[in-house]
Structures are given as C-alpha cells and as structure tokens.
C-alpha cells in the first residue's frame, strides 16, 4: 500500500479550498465512498472476466445487472453506495 506524498497531499489541499475540519471530514469520506465503489466495481470485473465497457470479450453468461443501494456504516459515518449486481 502507497501513501499520498507531501506534494500531492499540497495539490489537494490547493484544490479543495478547506477552510475547516468538517471539510476535510466531508473529503475523506468522499473519498472512502470513492474507494469502495471502485473495490467493488473491480471485484466484479475479476469474477465475471471481462470489463464494464468491454462485452466483446466476455466469455461468460454472467452479466452485470446494474446496481443496488446499500449504506455503509463507517469511522465517516453512514456512507451510501451503490453496489454492482
């Protein structure tokens, strides 16, 4: 696992404007509902053998079927998601 290096922790502070705590919260917890999001997409990708964007090569009678909701419940605080079926 790769840590943000100083200089792109920086930009990220430049880009987002923080002007509190509670935006920095509100960040990390975008960014953990992003991290998860992608997790599952990927995990999904792995067991069907094939991308999303990719039908010509899949091989399998497996398809994807959209999504479901779901809320997390997380150190972030309750994070809704949207899970791949």
């Known amino acids: 696992m790769s840590t943000l290096t ?10 987002n404007n923080f002007q509190s705590v509670s935006d920095v919260s509100s ?34 009678d497996n398809c994807r079927n959209g999504y479901t909701p779901k809320t997390l419940k997380s150190e972030f605080g309750e994070v809704k998601i949207q899970v791949p079926i």
């Open 27 to 60: 960040y990390l917890k975008d960014i953990f509902k992003d991290l998860i999001q992608e997790l599952l997409e990927a995990e999904l990708e792995v067991k069907l053998g094939y991308s999303k964007d990719d039908a010509e090569n899949k091989n399998t």
């Open 6 to 15: 100083k200089e792109q922790i920086k930009e990220i502070i430049r880009g």
